[in-house]
Nanobody, 123 residues
Framework: QVQLVESGGGLVQAGDSLRLSCAKT????????MGWFRQAPGKGREFVAA???????TYYADAVKGRFTISSDNAKNTYLQMNSLKPEDTAVYYC????WGPGSTYQMEYDYWGQGTQVTVSS
């Protein structure tokens, strides 16, 4: 069973940076396509970024393009580097893994989810 654990969230000021990490355990067959999603208070969960198995292709929501970067350093860890943070980036951020196929912007295509890490950006 795949388990995902996020870390790196916190309280920062607008313009600051944060790096979220997602540690994957329980899967020993190489890399999976990975994604980051977020849920702001009173809103639905939305796509943030995704990376395919090889790491060669990445995808971003328009709201974060140019500010956030998704990466993987091996078959276990995935990161979300967040720069120039804005108050509207405040949300619980979730890491997700997709058992088959390439990275996706659709949360329904992901099979495994972490518990989330809170990111709060003050103005």
């Amino acid at each position: 069973q795949v388990q995902l654990v996020e870390s790196g969230g916190g309280l920062v000021q607008a313009g600051d940076s944060l790096r979220l990490s997602c540690a994957k355990t329980g899967y020993t067959f190489g890399r999976l396509a990975m994604g980051w999603f977020r849920q702001a208070p009173g809103k639905g969960r939305e796509f943030v970024a995704a990376i395919n198995r090889s790491g060669a292709s990445t995808y971003y929501a328009d709201a974060v393009k140019g500010r956030f970067t998704i990466s993987s350093d091996n078959a276990k860890n995935t990161y979300l580097q967040m720069n120039s943070l804005k108050p509207e980036d405040t949300a619980v951020y979730y890491c997700a893994a997709k058992a088959w196929g390439p990275g996706s912007t659709y949360q329904m295509e992901y099979d495994y989810w972490g518990q989330g890490t809170q990111v709060t950006v003050s103005s």
